[in-house]
């Protein structure tokens, strides 16, 4: 299996896909074996991507995709399909809110929506004849050249269930980003789902229900992270890290009883409603330097 970042049409600083690795992390726990191409992070054409696809010469190819990657995302699934067969599946924001428009392009087999975990591992049954497409739950696709939409995946309820996520073959060295102190920074993802109601918030992959690991889970990734992938910076990408308190507050004094020592951010903000003072000081004392 190939997982696929696409680059970015425009110039973006390179942030380490973290959807991505938790799918790695979900095939090399199903025993399948995955490469990583991304794109984005390694500034490669839609020839060289293409041939890198074709070298590998995968039976599954997994894009993540937002719109702005969606048309080359295309042109990618075409190129590819001209030369193998390839069986094509695509998620993220773009494919999630737009099942349809994506199958009408013509080159993707399936459309994951939603969170990916547990859809990928019943594709994996798919393909071992396990299970049949009508079966899965959260994904369309094509049959007989009508989209057929499956109902929607439950969210995961038990994120402590998860695998960490797995970096192995990720371009670790190319990512970067000038709003950081350190050179090696991974995303964590300590909850999924916010009940807020922003509006300009798209939350169509995580949902409204507020769903969270528990602090010694979040910690115990962290010191993973430190020891397999020499980490030197965190950043917690929650849409809502501050919505319990207390829970924020454990993490930040597991983080200290620790000693981890790594400095971290929030680039994804936080909201003000919930916050503590006493919370303030602990993320400060825990490493926290910055908050978007």
């Known amino acids: 299996m190939v997982l696929l970042n696409p680059p970015f049409p425009y110039y973006a600083s390179s942030q380490p896909p973290l959807g991505l690795a938790y799918l790695a ?23 060289e991507i293409t041939g890198r696809i074709l070298e590998y010469k ?11 990657v969606f048309d080359l995302s295309v042109k990618i699934s075409k190129a590819v399909k001209r030369e193998i067969s390839v069986f094509i599946l695509v998620g993220g924001p773009h494919p999630s809110t737009l099942p349809e428009e994506t199958l009408g392009s013509g080159a ?40 057929v939409s ?7 309820k038990n994120l402590d269930d998860l695998p960490f996520p797995c970096w192995d073959g990720f371009p670790l060295d190319r990512y970067f980003s000038p709003a950081r ?19 300009f918030c798209y ?14 889970n979040v910690v115990n990734e962290i010191v993973y992270l430190k020891n ?8 917690i990408i929650d849409d809502n890290f501050s919505l319990l ?12 009883e620790r000693r981890l020592n790594l400095p971290w951010s929030l680039p994804n903000g936080i909201r003000a409603s919930p916050l503590s003072e006493n919370l303030f000081r602990l993320m400060k004392k825990s490493g926290c330097y910055r908050v978007f």
Do not use: W
């Open 108 to 147: 993707i087999d399936v459309v994951c929506r939603g969170e990916g975990e547990e859809t990928l591992a019943e594709v994996f049954d798919y393909f071992l004849k396990e299970k049949p497409l009508e079966k899965i739950l959260g994904i369309s696709f094509l049959n007989k050249g009508e989209s």
């Open 228 to 235: 397999r992938y020499h980490l030197q910076e965190f950043s």
């Open 150 to 156: 499956t109902p929607d995946r439950p969210p995961i």
């Open 25 to 47: 992390a979900v095939s090399k726990m199903e025993g399948v074996d995955v490469k990583i191409i991304d794109a984005h992070a390694e500034r490669l054409s839609l020839k």
């Open 181 to 199: 102190k350190m050179r090696l920074s991974l995303p964590i993802m300590t909850s999924r789902g916010c009940p807020a109601k922003c509006y």
């Open 203 to 216: 939350k169509g992959i995580f949902g409204s229900q507020y769903r969270f690991r528990s602090p010694r």
């Open 245 to 256: 308190n207390k829970r924020s507050e454990e993490i930040c004094n597991l983080i200290i």
């Open 58 to 68: 995968p039976e599954l190819l997994g894009i993540t995709m937002s719109t702005p």
